[in-house]
């Protein structure tokens, strides 16, 4: 028992007192301490539909978990805003990150090529006044030990691929000047989904330095993050790289590029399993 204990605590120490040493002679052989490959994601698996509003999806992605529920409300066409995300996140997430999030987000939602316009007008109303859809997501972050705007951007394209909004008949005359009242304004109880044809998903990489290079990672583990020499936050959907965050220097390009194919490779997963929840 005295040489297992000995290994142990030689380990930690090298851990604690080496780190980026202790970290390397796994790293150099393509795993991390508990014998992940350094390419490999977290588990991600979905439950749609089931969080009321008019979709809504619960994601669980390694130690994060994140619901998402959409409300719906009609509207007047107009040029502001028509998704809106509100985030409320455990104790163990900063407002930092969660302002952050945020910020994502809103720059995909007002993405004119990703969510066009046209997309939320009420079906219906086209003879009359045209009324447009505002869609509210209630994020909530349930458990946040992994990285929370992965899950968040995921949560919140499937909960709005799970979107069915109803047909609207508005009883109220173009040149009518008067406003609309809530009498003139009959919901149908037959729903259409949102015609989308993206499905934003969010990735973190990060690049470990040593003499001989660097090393990209996937989903390393907290105390690995804290020894990296450069983190890189993507948004892609099927096509595209939408949105490319650096915090550090990407000395070769062709990391990039590794980068976006395991991201795209990601995205084909992801949708793989939406597509097996919707089935089931």
Same mark, same amino acid.
Request: aromatic fraction near 6%; charged fraction near 20%.
């Given at each position: 028992?005295?040489?297992?204990?000995?290994?142990?605590?030689?380990?930690?120490?090298?851990?604690?007192?080496?780190?980026?040493?202790?970290?390397?002679?796994?790293?150099?052989? !393509?795993?991390? +301490? /508990?014998?992940?490959?350094?390419? #490999?994601? $977290?588990? @991600? =698996?979905?439950?749609?539909?089931?969080?009321?509003?008019?979709?809504?999806?619960?994601?669980?992605?390694?130690?994060?978990?994140?619901?998402?529920?959409?409300?719906?409300?009609?509207?007047?066409?107009?040029?502001?805003?028509?998704?809106?995300?509100?985030?409320?996140?455990?104790?163990?997430?900063?407002?930092?990150?969660?302002?952050?999030?945020?910020?994502?987000?809103?720059?995909?939602?007002?993405?004119?090529?990703?969510?066009?316009?046209?997309?939320?007008?009420?079906?219906?109303?086209?003879?009359?006044?045209?009324?447009?859809?505002?869609?509210?997501?209630?994020?909530?972050?349930?458990?946040?030990? !992994?990285?929370? +705007? /992965?899950?968040?951007?995921?949560? #919140?394209? $499937?909960? @709005? =691929?799970?979107?069915?909004?109803?047909?609207?008949?508005?009883?109220?005359?173009?040149?009518?000047?008067?406003?609309?009242?809530?009498?003139?304004?009959?919901?149908?109880?037959?729903?259409?989904?949102?015609?989308?044809?993206?499905?934003?998903?969010?990735?973190?990489?990060?690049?470990?330095?040593?003499?001989?290079?660097?090393?990209?990672?996937?989903?390393?583990?907290?105390?690995?993050?804290?020894?990296?020499?450069?983190?890189?936050?993507?948004?892609?959907?099927?096509?595209?790289?939408?949105?490319?965050?650096?915090?550090?220097?990407?000395?070769?390009?062709?990391?990039?590029?590794?980068?976006?194919?395991?991201?795209?490779?990601?995205?084909?997963?992801?949708?793989?399993?939406?597509?097996?929840?919707?089935?089931?």
């Amino acid at each position: 028992m005295l040489p297992q204990q000995e290994f142990t605590m030689g380990e930690e120490w090298f851990k604690k007192c080496l780190p980026l040493e202790y970290y390397d002679q796994f790293i150099q052989e !393509g795993i991390y +301490p /508990d014998g992940r490959s350094i390419s #490999s994601f $977290a588990p @991600l =698996s979905f439950k749609l539909g089931a969080w009321g509003g008019v979709g809504s999806a619960l994601i669980r992605q390694g130690g994060v978990a994140v619901s998402c529920r959409v409300e719906a409300s009609l509207a007047l066409t107009h040029d502001g805003p028509l998704i809106t995300p509100e985030i409320e996140a455990c104790a163990s997430v900063s407002q930092m990150e969660i302002n952050d999030i945020t910020d994502i987000l809103n720059k995909l939602f007002t993405n004119k090529a990703l969510f066009p316009r046209s997309v939320f007008l009420a079906k219906g109303t086209d003879d009359t006044i045209p009324l447009t859809w505002e869609l509210s997501l209630h994020i909530q972050v349930l458990n946040s030990d !992994g990285f929370v +705007p /992965d899950a968040v951007v995921c949560a #919140s394209s $499937a909960a @709005l =691929s799970n979107v069915r909004l109803p047909k609207v008949t508005l009883a109220h005359a173009k040149e009518d000047e008067s406003p609309i009242q809530r009498e003139e304004i009959t919901v149908s109880k037959e729903t259409l989904p949102l015609d989308l044809t993206t499905f934003p998903v969010a990735l973190t990489f990060y690049l470990f330095r040593n003499s001989k290079g660097d090393k990209v990672l996937v989903d390393p583990p907290r105390e690995l993050v804290q020894q990296c020499a450069t983190k890189v936050s993507m948004v892609i959907d099927s096509k595209d790289v939408l949105l490319l965050r650096t915090r550090g220097v990407i000395k070769d390009d062709q990391l990039l590029s590794s980068m976006i194919a395991l991201a795209e490779r990601r995205h084909q997963s992801i949708m793989d399993v939406l597509r097996d929840g919707s089935n089931n």
